[in-house]
C-alpha cells in the first residue's frame, strides 16, 4: 500500500506526557497537513508543511503543539504535557504540490487517548 | 455561524434509495469542493472533487455544485449497505492552498 502511512494506529499516554505522531507521505508527495478530529466534530486543520518548512500553522493551539516535517524521514506532530482534550484522531494528509489542483490523501489517523 | 455547515443526521436509507448530502457555505472565496467518505476507524477517502458550477458524475456518485447559491450536493444512485459511512463535505479557498475547511459530516445508514 502507497498509501499516507500513520503510527502509531493508537496511543496511550498519561496527562503530563509527551505524544509523538508520524506521518509518511504518499510517495512522490511533498505537502503534509495534520487534521485532529474531536468526538462528534468534523476535522479541524492544524499545520500545513513542505520539506523543512511550515506554510500555515493557523490551526496549531499555541502552547505544546509543534510540527515539523525534515528533509529526511517522516513529518512529526509532537504534543507536549499532553491534557485530557487531547485525546482526539490525528489525521495526516498528503499532497504531490499545492492543493490548487491536487487533492488531499489521508492516513487511516492515530488515535490518542489520555488517562 | 459556521463556514461550512452540513446536518450530521443520522441518515437512514432502504437499499436502492437515492441518497442526497448537502452542504452550504457562507465565503464565496471557497473555490475547490470535495465530498470525503470515512468509514468507521478509518481515515477520509476522497470520493468526488469540483471547481466549476454543475455536475460531476462518477458511477453511482453526482457532485452537484451551485456557486450562486453557495450549496454543494453528493447524490448517490442505488446505494448499497457497503455506503454506510460518515460522508464529509470539504472545501478550499483559491489562493490559500492547503487549509481545507470541513464539513461536520453527515452519518449515513443503509438497510438491506
Known amino acids: 500500500n502507497a498509501g499516507v502511512m500513520q503510527n502509531p494506529r493508537h496511543l496511550v499516554r498519561r496527562r503530563g506526557q509527551e505524544a509523538r505522531l508520524r506521518c509518511s507521505p504518499m510517495?512522490?508527495?511533498?505537502?503534509v497537513y495534520w487534521y485532529r478530529q474531536l468526538p462528534e466534530e468534523g476535522l479541524k486543520f492544524m499545520v500545513y508543511?513542505?520539506?523543512?518548512?511550515?506554510?500555515?500553522e493557523s490551526g496549531m493551539p499555541k502552547e505544546r503543539f509543534s510540527a515539523e516535517f525534515p528533509k529526511e524521514g517522516p513529518s512529526i506532530l509532537r504534543i507536549q504535557q499532553v491534557v485530557r482534550g487531547d485525546s482526539a484522531a490525528y489525521f495526516c494528509?498528503?499532497?504531490?504540490?499545492?492543493?490548487?489542483?491536487?487533492?488531499?490523501?489521508f492516513g487511516d489517523g492515530t488515535r490518542l487517548s489520555i488517562l | 455561524q459556521k463556514e461550512v455547515e452540513q446536518d450530521p443526521g443520522p441518515l437512514s436509507v432502504p437499499e436502492g434509495a437515492i441518497v442526497s448530502l448537502n452542504c452550504t457555505y457562507s465565503?464565496?472565496?471557497?473555490?475547490?469542493f470535495m465530498w470525503y467518505r470515512q468509514y468507521s476507524r478509518k481515515g477520509p477517502e476522497l470520493l468526488m472533487y469540483?471547481?466549476?458550477?454543475g455536475n460531476k458524475e462518477d458511477g453511482r456518485f453526482t457532485a452537484q455544485v451551485d456557486k450562486s447559491s453557495k450549496y454543494i450536493s453528493l447524490f448517490i444512485r442505488d446505494s448499497q449497505p457497503s455506503d454506510s459511512a460518515t460522508y464529509l463535505c470539504?472545501?478550499?479557498?483559491?489562493?490559500?492552498?492547503?487549509?481545507?475547511?470541513f464539513g461536520q459530516g453527515t452519518e449515513l445508514s443503509v438497510k438491506p
Open positions: 494528509a498528503s499532497s504531490p504540490q499545492a492543493q490548487r489542483n491536487q487533492p488531499q490523501h
Open positions: 510517495k512522490g508527495h511533498s505537502h
Open positions: 508543511l513542505q520539506k523543512e518548512n511550515i506554510i500555515d
Open positions: 465565503n464565496s472565496a471557497f473555490q475547490y
Open positions: 469540483t471547481y466549476s458550477s
Open positions: 470539504a472545501m478550499i479557498f483559491y489562493n490559500q492552498g492547503g487549509k481545507l475547511i
